[in-house]
Structure formats: structure tokens, C-alpha cells
């Protein structure tokens, strides 16, 4: 219906011009206005004669669709905000969306990489570095990707903030790096002995190849020291690394993955939440607190590998006799 049509471009312009959407928020909310426009049409509704049940109804069609919960909570999302904005403007007589639950999304837990496969990642990008034999560049290239990887995976931190390091953040002898966060809040996270020696084969390697020109940053660009590494070059080389390593999914490898493989181990090892809180600069515990939930999944997934009732340990045991 074309009135339904003018109403919800009403609202994109106004999410536009009043609330300074982005582009990519508004072609998000199209798509998600024009699965509800369509919806209307194929069922002869104008957008004032929604009511509870319709809405429920709605959700029931998308749900039929095979969409999944976060695409149709997101969808529900867009239309409350539609008819909110109608009533707000006098161009519309009721919200029917006002007594509907808020639909809660599932928490999706992140990918990690067990101890043995990040163990592996590691190995294969000190083993590069190692080999002179590729050259300087590309060994001084090797270098500044172990010693990124390392001090990802030892400390936690986020790679735009270790991309942000300065060149004298890890002065020799160091146990502990200044981070700068979100909301320019700062924070000490910890490094080991071996982010510590990769760091400082890669300030080596690289001060060879430049011939000892500085750099304002501690990752960055071989070549050019006064060019930072950039997140898009981070993003491939742990890929390629990934790949190099044998791991089973290198394509679901990325900085962040270390993050979250530091997080996890450290509380599998014991560390207290509020600590694991502090080191990874999270501004609430509730962020937090999903790597409980990844622990739970793999003490799910031992018992099913290893408890002496599942039924692939009976088959096992069957066909060895």
C-alpha cells in the first residue's frame, strides 16, 4: 500500500536528517521495513489497523520462514521503532507493539581456538621469523606477526589497541603494558617472557631493514615505519598463519580470536572473573561473564567425548574387542 510506503520513508528520513543514521544503518532498516511492508500488503493491512494480535502473527510468518531469532528480533525492533515514531508524530492512532515481550536475542558464544591450536599458530609464526633464508623483509615481516600474535594472546587486549602501542611501550625489561581502551580509559595488562623476546626480535629485524629510522609505533609497517599497521593486514596474516598452522577452521581466525582464547584459558585456569574483568577492560562484569558460558560448552562437549556411557566410547570399545 502506498500510504504504508510514505509513512515508514517519513521515518527513514527522519533517522536520517534528526538522528544522523548512517548509511549503513538505513539500508539495514529498509530491508527490515520492507519485509514488514510486504507483510502488510499480502495481508490488505494499512499500518493503523496492526493491532497485538497481527504483530504476533508477524512474528509467526517470519518464524515459518526459517529467519533466524537475532534477524527476527531485529525485524520486530524496526517495526516497533516505526510505529512509535507514528504515534509520536500524530500519524498514527496506536502502538500495537506496546504490549508485545521484548524479544530476547540468544547469546552467541564466540569462536576459540583450544590451548593446542593456538599453541600451533604460535609456533608456526615464530618458526617463520626465525628463517633467515626468506630474506630481511619478509623475516622482519615474519617478526612483527609473532610478536603481535604473542602479545595478543599474553595480555588480552584488543588489536586496535595494540595497533595504537607506541614504539616505547614495551621498553626492555617490561612486565606490563600501558593500554589505552574504549572510552580512552587506561589499564596495565600483563606479558610474558615470550611476547617479550618476539618483541624484541621484531624492534631488531625492523631496525636492521630501516637501518635504525624510528617509528611512533610499536606494529608497523616494515617499509615505512611511520605507518601503523593497519587492522585489514592484521586481519590476513593471522589467516595465513591459520592455514599454515593446519587449523581446522582458518577462516573463522582472526585477531579478535586471541581475545578470546586468552579470556577463556585464563578463567579455565582459575582466574577470577572480576580480575579477567580489569584485564580486558570491560565496563560491566555481564560481558564478562560469557566465558563462563564457554566453559560450560566445553565441559559439555568432554563429557560427551569422554564419559564412559556415551555411545560412540560404547562403539569404540565394541569394535576394539
Known amino acids: 500500500m502506498r500510504t504504508n510506503q510514505r509513512l515508514a520513508q517519513l521515518w527513514l528520513d527522519a533517522l536520517t536528517t534528526e538522528l544522523g543514521a ?8 529498509t530491508d527490515d521495513l520492507n519485509c514488514y511492508l510486504v507483510w502488510l500488503d499480502e495481508n490488505s493491512l494499512g499500518l493503523d489497523e496492526v493491532g497485538l494480535e497481527q504483530i504476533r502473527n508477524y512474528i509467526t510468518a ?29 500519524l498514527g492512532s496506536h502502538d500495537p507493539t506496546s504490549n508485545l515481550s521484548t524479544m530476547r536475542r540468544p547469546r552467541k558464544l564466540p569462536f576459540v581456538l583450544s590451548v593446542a591450536e593456538t599453541e600451533a599458530l604460535l609456533e608456526t609464526a615464530h618458526r617463520l621469523a626465525a628463517d633467515p633464508s626468506v630474506g630481511l623483509y619478509r623475516q622482519a615481516g615474519y617478526a612483527r606477526r609473532a610478536a603481535l600474535f604473542e602479545t595478543l594472546y599474553a595480555s588480552g587486549m584488543r588489536i586496535s589497541e595494540a595497533l595504537a ?24 595488562v600483563p606479558l610474558h617472557e615470550r611476547a617479550i623476546a618476539a618483541i624484541a626480535h621484531w624492534e631488531k629485524l625492523a631496525r636492521t631493514y630501516s ?67 580489569e584485564l580486558l577492560g570491560h565496563a560491566g562484569i555481564e560481558t564478562t561473564q560469557i566465558y563462563t558460558h564457554l566453559d560450560t560448552s566445553r565441559l559439555h562437549q568432554m563429557v560427551r567425548d569422554l564419559h564412559p556411557l556415551n555411545e560412540d566410547q560404547q562403539e569404540g570399545r565394541a569394535t576394539a574387542a
Open 22 to 29: 548512517s548509511a549503513g544503518t538505513i539500508d539495514t532498516y
Open 165 to 188: 602501542l607506541p614504539s616505547d611501550a614495551a621498553p626492555p625489561g617490561t612486565r606490563m603494558l600501558l593500554v589505552r581502551g574504549k572510552g580512552d580509559k587506561q589499564r596495565l
Open 62 to 90: 517470519l518464524d515459518q520462514r526459517g529467519y533466524a531469532g537475532s534477524t527476527i528480533a531485529r525485524r520486530i525492533t524496526v517495526a516497533r521503532g516505526l510505529h512509535k515514531f507514528l504515534i509520536a508524530e500524530d
Open 211 to 277: 637501518g635504525g629510522a624510528p617509528s611512533p609505533w610499536l606494529f608497523h609497517s616494515v617499509r615505512n615505519g611511520s605507518k601503523a599497521l593497519t587492522r585489514q593486514a592484521a586481519l590476513l596474516e593471522i589467516k595465513e598463519a591459520a592455514v599454515a598452522a593446519g587449523l581446522a577452521s582458518p577462516d573463522r581466525v582472526s585477531p579478535h580470536v586471541l581475545r578470546h582464547a586468552f579470556a577463556t584459558h585464563m578463567h579455565s585456569g582459575g582466574t577470577d572473573l572480576r580480575v579477567l574483568q
